[in-house]
């Protein structure tokens, strides 16, 4: 298994749709500071409900929604939306499809060479928003997308993502919270 | 449950030997606490960069501990391997020398899962098959330009 | 009190400002919270980079957030000088471009009071008048070689 | 007025005297991963006392003495020490004569061209350790230092030094911290 392509609408810097492929071995992402890179990385933690919101630089979900006023801009401009969807290939049957079926609570997902995770946050006024998960178009819950994940090696503590600045947070964290990344695996 | 902790805990630590042993031309080793009873207490860590007498963690340096952290990564994903790997600059405080060794070990790694890194730098850069630029436009929006490396190299920050 | 802070603020504001356009191409300004009874608000920043619409300090990507800071050190240091200052691989995170920008203001600000800086990068390590190397030997032991660039160039990580 | 010069003898990873010279302008120092670059410049923070233990990666100052040994040796193999003194070019006057001689509680501190900031470090058995500071030769107390420095622009929070990793803190602390810092300047 591994993510074949991502596609964002509206998230963060991408104000347009863009399709990002990845290789099955090894990507890199480069660019000016400030040209998105980060915000990439944040798009799959977010689409696969793997951070806080407070680890993608964001207060409230509606932050994550791309904005092209200035900050100032209090009056609410009517209904705005933001969406991540991450194609994951599942040709090696990572995940087999009952457990697609299960999570997803219905056998209408297509064939399984594909686990499509999406993820859309809309905000309806000033104080309203709402977040949507999709797998493989059929609408779930975050805990159905964790189960599912965590059948293929990706949970949230799973170390498997290390944000920007965060690579020695393995050597500053206590001693405990380090052993409690072992219990989880085991 | 303290048998299923400790078989994880032992393969975890064994993997970590070796990485270690490999990135920093040392020896380092996980620790726990209280062996008797785990849960009892935490895990740390005794790391030997190039076989210096063991400091405390704190006291390493940015790059060593950069190091000592990309290994224990490393050590989890050889043993309980993921789909796929994110490293957003863990390459900032790395010198010449050990960024090369840990682009040679992702190289290695990739073979076994997907590795997503982003980086300025050429170690890290000139060994992927394929390199995606971020630009940010006048009109702040973000865009993507697919560079497959086949064709041409990719200009690193260094 | 209040007259005396403001005098600060003002001064240093308007050093923001300035170095800020300088260093990211945008407009920067600090801000009072609470204008009328400043002790009784924090102060924030609203930076643009490179005109960009404002967004939240956090939302700022890690090499912006470094340029911000460093343009608030040089805005202090150009209000109230103090002999020296000492930056440790504060271009960890800035793309070459920025790095170059850093490395120009520094080499400019040194004229006034004296810069000691720690880097792996060439945009800061080509700059200054002298270069230090040190080196770690085998006996564990921190050595220092004090190279005089006017003799040789120094070589930088990247 | 600028550093002239270091001296370290058994502070941190320099297990032998070291005189480190610096330039009035512009002074860089590089090296590979874990050589002493960064020891260096806690060696100054640590000197002047403009830093809390913890910010130079030390829980208690014997941390700060040359080590040699295994951490895991735990018998005290005697008395040990470590110090380092920030020779300080003076011949601008930034600081007078009156005011060294004031921060010294002495008239007999030479010349005052050259300002000397010595700190010591001594441990004399498991538990005890002492601290002593020096000026030109002379022993004085912390604050007679911090004085002394902050009539010369060099104060604990004046942000002329920025650690490894925390070019980012001005931007990640609270705002009342922030405006603590012009505070300190006015
Ligand atoms: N909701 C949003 N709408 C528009 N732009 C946003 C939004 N959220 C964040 N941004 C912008 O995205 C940019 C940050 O992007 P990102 O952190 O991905 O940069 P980066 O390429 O990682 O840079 P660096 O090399 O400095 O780490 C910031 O300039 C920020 O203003
Ligand atoms: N009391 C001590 N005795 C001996 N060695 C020590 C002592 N305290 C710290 N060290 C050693 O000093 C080294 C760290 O040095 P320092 O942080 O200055 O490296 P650096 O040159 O800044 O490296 P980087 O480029 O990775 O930031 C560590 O390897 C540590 O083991
Ligand atoms: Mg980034
Ligand atoms: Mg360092």
Partial sequence: MYIKELVLDDFKSFGRKTRIPFYQDFTTISGPNGSGKSNIID???????????????????????????????????????????????????????????SAAGSDDVGDVDEIRVRRRVKQTDEEKYYSYYYLNDRAVNLSDIQDLLAAAGVTPEGYNVVMQGDVTEIITMSPFARRGIIDEIA | KKATFMEAFEGINAEFEQIFARLSDGSGELVLEDPEDPFDGGMTMKAQPRDKPVQRLDAMSGGEKSLTALAFVFAVQRYNPAPFYALDEVD????????????????????????????????????????IGVTMGDDNISAVTGIDLSQQGVPADD
């Fill in chain 1, 43 to 101: 798009s799959v933690l977010f689409a696969l409900g793997l951070a806080r919101t407070s680890g993608i630089r964001a207060e409230k979900l509606t932050d994550l929604i791309f904005d092209p006023s200035d900050e100032g801009v209090d009056s609410f401009a009517g209904e705005r939306e933001a969406s991540v969807e991450v194609i994951l290939d599942n040709d090696d049957r990572t995940l087999t499809r009952e457990q697609v079926v």
């Fill in chain 2, 92 to 131: 900032a405080f790395l010198d010449a020398a050990n960024a090369e060794m840990v682009g040679e070990m992702v190289d290695e790694l990739a073979g076994d899962a997907q590795f997503v890194v982003v980086s300025h730098r050429s170690a890290l850069l000139e060994r992927s098959e394929r390199a």
